[in-house]
């Protein structure tokens, strides 16, 4: 069973920074794709940001040219780079891993507010 533990998350200022982890507890080479969805409070849960395992990458509309997904295959770790948080951006983002099966991290909290 694959597991994936996010950290990072916290409470932040708008127009701040955070940088989410996601950690694997298998090497991520073996997955084909690697992503960040969240989930507000109300709302269904939407794909952020997704990378392959060639590197491409893909994005939600709204966070486009904020956000920078990326993966360390050495580390088996993705990250969610968020710069120029908004309040909007307030969730639960979970990591998910696409490889012989799918698999979800628990979550972290991303709260954006003065």
């Known amino acids: 069973q694959v597991q994936l533990v996010e950290s990072g998350g916290g409470l932040v200022q708008p127009g701040g920074s955070l940088r989410l982890s996601c950690a694997a507890s298998?090497?991520?080479?073996?997955?084909?794709?690697m992503a960040w969805h969240r989930q507000a409070p109300g709302k269904q849960r939407e794909l952020v940001a997704s990378?392959?395992?060639?590197?491409?990458?893909n994005y939600l509309g709204s966070i486009k040219g904020r956000f920078t997904i990326s993966r360390d295959n050495a580390k088996d770790t993705v990250y969610l780079q968020m710069n120029s948080l908004q309040p909007e951006d307030t969730a639960v983002y979970y990591c998910?891993?696409?490889?012989?099966?799918?698999?979800w991290g628990q979550g972290t909290q991303v709260t954006v507010s003065s």
């Open positions: 990378i392959t395992n060639g590197g491409r990458t």
């Open positions: 298998t090497s991520i080479f073996r997955m084909n794709l």
């Open positions: 998910y891993a696409w490889g012989r099966g799918t698999y």
